[in-house]
């Protein structure tokens, strides 16, 4: 695995070792190039740590335009998954310190859950992860 560090927002994540990883502002994306379904992409957006911010609701309102589309939480993480036209998508929204990072992964529907594991590592070395 490979690691990404950001030290202006303060986290680090870890993605796999033939994984490409692009950075453009504040947007991170990694996929894998070669033999890859999808794209995993990061939105980081600096709120403060003063912010008390419903995550439900916040990605709730950014997934306004979808029709049918549940958000839930688990802990302090909002989450939905949903179809639209030929692609899954997966949303997730969460706090790290004093950013607030919108995640997004989508792939055909024929090849849903191909990549979840990878995925959800990846998201998850970025959910535990983080630097002072």
């Known amino acids: 695995m490979r690691s990404y560090t950001d ?17 453009e502002n504040n ?7 070669e033999n890859g379904l999808g794209a995993l992409q990061f939105s980081i957006f600096y709120v403060g740590n003063d912010n008390q911010i419903d995550l ?16 839930e939480m688990v802990n302090n993480l909002a989450y939905s998954t949903f179809d639209n036209n030929d692609r899954t998508w997966k949303y997730w929204l969460f706090q790290n310190g004093s950013s607030l ?16 594991g990878v995925i959800n ?9 983080s630097i002072s």
Request: aromatic share 16%; proline share 2%; net charge negative.
């Open 101 to 116: 990072i919108l995640t997004s992964y989508n792939c055909e529907i024929e090849d849903k859950g191909k990549e979840d």
């Open 121 to 129: 590592q990846i998201l998850n070395s970025f959910i535990q992860s």
């Open 27 to 33: 947007i991170i994306s990694v996929y894998n190039a």
């Open 56 to 71: 439900k609701v916040e990605l709730e309102n950014f997934l306004g335009d979808y029709e049918s589309v549940e958000v």
């Open 7 to 23: 030290e202006k927002f303060g986290f680090v994540f870890f993605y796999p070792n033939n994984w490409i990883l692009e950075k």
